[in-house]
């Protein structure tokens, strides 16, 4: 099966703190992978994604960046934290056309 | 452009059926369609696809109208478990894009 592992669960950092949120996929090689935040109570908003090693695409200017060191592995990172990133980060790996989602990363900067 | 939800809301008894709709002011090539639980990740139940291909669960059915834009989610006698927001997510090319969400249907089934 494939599986997708986020870490950590929850979080909760202080304003201008750095973030590094990491996701990790097995039973598959070389997936596309999305980075998507959602706000308390709104929907999901998309971030980036990647379709191989070193391959990022930014959909929203601001002040996150995501890496993809390894095939299975993709990174969300923040120099410095603001309030307004708090939210739930989710990873998602494409399948045949459609994407799931992993279990989350609860963020909330203080 | 996000796509547009409707309703926004909706509190059906269980065993009722419910339609919920996903409209875009663009050109579609892929539907999504998800069910989040609250304080928990999305999950996946259909995708639809510009020509007709579908895939997803066999309980779950779902319509793509690719000149109008629109998709329509069919709840048919509803369980307590199928409470939750229903999220549509749309694509306008076939490639690796990600999805554009819309901003949910929240659905309530009451015993």
């Known amino acids: 099966s494939q599986t997708i592992h986020q870490w950590p669960a929850t979080l909760v950092q202080p304003v201008g703190s750095p973030l590094s949120l990491e996701c990790t996929v097995e039973?598959?090689?070389?997936?596309?992978l999305y980075w998507y935040r959602q706000a308390a109570g709104r929907g999901l908003q998309l971030l980036f994604y990647?379709?191989?090693?070193?391959?990022i695409s930014s959909e929203v200017p601001q002040n996150l960046s995501a890496s993809r060191p390894q095939d299975r592995q993709f990174i969300l990172s923040s120099k410095k934290l603001l309030l307004s990133d708090s939210g739930f980060y989710l990873c998602?790996?494409?399948?045949?056309?459609?994407?799931?989602f992993g279990p989350g990363t609860r963020l909330t900067v203080t | 452009q996000q796509p547009v939800q409707s309703p926004q809301a909706v509190i059906l008894r269980e065993g009722e059926d419910a339609v919920i709709n996903c409209s875009s002011s663009?050109?579609?090539?892929?539907v999504h369609w998800y069910r989040q639980k609250h304080g928990e990740a999305p999950v996946f139940l259909m995708i639809?696809?510009?020509?007709?291909e579908q895939k997803g669960h066999d309980k779950i059915s779902a319509s793509f109208n690719e000149k109008k834009q629109q998709s329509s989610l069919y709840l048919t006698a509803s369980q307590l478990s199928y409470s939750g927001t229903y999220f549509c997510?749309?694509?306008?090319?076939?490639?690796?894009?990600?999805?554009?969400f819309g901003k949910g249907t929240h659905l309530i089934i009451q015993p």
């Open positions: 998602a790996r494409g399948g045949t056309g459609e994407q799931y």
């Open positions: 039973g598959t090689s070389n997936p596309n």
């Open positions: 990647s379709v191989g090693i070193g391959q």
């Open positions: 663009k050109a579609l090539y892929s």
């Open positions: 639809l696809l510009k020509g007709g």
């Open positions: 997510g749309t694509t306008g090319g076939g490639g690796a894009d990600g999805l554009t």
